[in-house]
């Protein structure tokens, strides 16, 4: 097995430990590795070449993200901000640590983590990818989870602030989704207004 492969099985057989289920098509599935596995596909549909920095970057972004939740930080903006910034620095050490131990050399290591920290965003072409692949992972899987415990208004900030992010193939591949329709008319109005 090669380093890249050693990597993706260790990624995937930690995400595989998140006590949160979510259901895909039927089968139950851990949360984490389900969005890992999303968000590989966006990367690979947005680039088919994708280097394979971009690859690792794409399968590890919330690696074991339930273990720091966000109802241990106080549930404000400040709250917010310092939570997602533990967060990305707590997925950079834990994906520097399985990088290392399947075999990869700090020029790859820290490719990952610059693009899992959003590092030179948006002039890196392969951060803008990944970016692009977040924000269609949201629109797709996550705004109807969002919008049952969320206000309206929040939402159609949510959905403003993806776009804003996104480039134009990936606002393209974003107006394809197959949305339920409520979340169509969501980002409907947030484009409109």
Not at 42 to 69: D, F, G, K, N
Not at 95 to 122: M, Q, W
Request: charged share 30%.
């Amino acid at each position: 097995m090669d380093a890249f492969q050693k990597a993706i099985k260790r990624f995937d057989s930690e995400n595989a430990r998140d006590p949160n289920i979510e259901v895909d098509g039927g089968v139950p599935q851990p949360r984490e590795l389900l969005y890992a596995r999303r968000l590989t596909e966006w990367v690979l549909r947005l680039a088919p070449e994708a280097s394979e920095s971009l690859r690792l970057a794409a399968r590890c972004q919330h690696i074991c993200r339930w273990m720091i939740p966000r109802e241990s930080y106080p549930m404000s903006r400040p709250g917010y901000l310092r939570w997602r910034n533990e967060l990305k620095q707590f997925h950079a050490k834990k994906s520097e640590a399985i990088l290392r131990g399947a075999g990869y050399g700090e020029e790859t290591i820290a490719k990952v983590r610059d693009l899992n920290l959003k590092r030179n965003f948006p002039a890196d072409a392969e951060g803008r990818v990944l970016e692009d692949a977040l924000c269609l992972v949201f629109l797709e899987h996550q705004l109807a989870a969002l919008a049952r415990k969320t206000t309206e208004e929040k939402l159609i900030n949510a959905v403003r602030k993806s776009w804003e992010k996104m480039t134009d193939a990936a606002r393209q591949h974003a107006l394809t989704l197959p949305l339920g329709p409520a979340e169509r008319q969501l980002v409907e109005r947030a484009l409109g207004e």
